[in-house]
């Protein structure tokens, strides 16, 4: 009796109620309490006749804001921006074109993503654990976990790194590491607040990456020319390849996939009314595109930073997170405030919002798959662990100038590449069946362009 006391315990409930009380704590992304209200006038109950989307309004797509800020923070995280200044340093301008259309590969498989958990109410790994077998299941589960791991090793790492070069090396990779553990708690106390205030939190760190990276990429000057060759001539030498692979893999995130499917939920939304669903899909698109915009404009500011002040030099084969501040610092000294510094300051927000981002996906990930009924803060806390112990060994191992540390991170950024299938089959099956998606089910071109634009791109690659 005791036991089953805790086990109630650590429900959302907070233990005790009758069988129905259990039913209504049955996993989901967002409790309704939750949710934020998308209305902005009263006729906003009501439903259009005829099933169209309602007009645009300015007002409405501010309140559906947010969902696809928190997805882009993937496309910033510290591996994004391992492989944007290993491909700017070994390849120059040349891998421009692929960081393009990796971005649009991307935000197609975010938009479809967004399609599925709007017109469902349910987000991908809710729907997997219901359409697929259970050994199907746990095999997802278990690839997507081992994805989750591989991003947040390369995340953790990377605020580690910040701290490091902020603190005048007084505070040692492993204590980075210690600190950059305790950002859950900055999570979870957040959302106590409501989702708009944690989105604020990561539209704020998401200014301050675009600032230190645009102050870069002005302090540097790097060649409009050679960017715009870059963005619209494919180049791709046979020494690129594996930066190819990981610009890749480190742009389309696997567990970002499951991310955004979930946070779509944040808005009240009847599903019952199909304009009401055309609406929120709508908004979400076009947020969705300007945050990946926004995403787009700081990889490119990274990639023709180092490919401006590296490409053909003697660094460019050995530069990484662990030394670009310091080669930064040599190469351009001090204009009105040290690049060194404004480099990790950049780094410092791309690696506290992208590992608080998926301690959040990782709890959907979680509690989708296996059906967890915990308390937040629990499975937050089970959620870090998963990272955290890793990452902690890596610091401790690779706590040294060696470039193995940037060698690993390029390889955490191909084994993204190789988990990329374990999340988009399932999605593309999904949003391609009409039981799942009802009339919002895609068109036969999107089911037949769609794989071979992404078999395309690894051809590519």
Known sequence: MASRDLAESLLPGGGGGNDSAHDEYDERAYDSDDKVSISVSDSDSE???????PAFSWRKLWRFTGPGFLMCIAFLDPGNLEGDLQ????AGYQLLWLLLWATVMGALVQLLSA?????????LAELCR????????????????????GADIQEVIG?????KILSGGTVPLWGGVVITAFDCFIFLFLE???????EAFFGVLIAVMAVSFAIMFGETKPSGKELLIGLVVPKLGSKTIKQAVGIVGC??????????????????????????????????????????IVSFFINICVTTVFAKGFYGSEQADNIGLENAGQYLQEKYGTAFFPILYIWAIGLLASGQSSTITGTYAGQFVMGGFLNLRLKKWLRAMITRSFAIIPTMIVALFFDTEDPTMDILNEALNVLQSIQIPFALIPL???????????????????????PLRLCLSYISC
């Open 47 to 53: 439903d259009a006749g005829d099933g169209r989307r």
């Open 87 to 90: 491909a700017g340093a070994a």
């Open 115 to 123: 399609r599925l958990g709007v017109a469902t109410g349910k987000h």
């Open 130 to 149: 219901e359409e697929y077998p259970p050994w199907a299941t746990r095999a997802l589960w278990a690839m997507t976990e081992l994805a989750l791991v």
């Open 159 to 163: 605020s580690a790194i910040a701290i």
């Open 192 to 198: 106590n607040y409501g989702v708009r205030k944690l």
């Open 251 to 292: 742009i389309i995130m696997p567990h970002n996939v499951f991310l955004h499917s979930a946070l779509v939920q944040s808005r009240k939304i009847d599903t019952n009314k199909k304009s009401r669903v055309q609406e929120a899909v709508y908004y979400y698109s076009i947020e969705s595109i300007l945050a990946l």
């Open 428 to 450: 593309i099956t999904l949003v391609s069946k009409e039981q799942v998606m009802g009339s919002f089910v895609v068109g036969p071109i999107t089911k037949v362009s769609f």
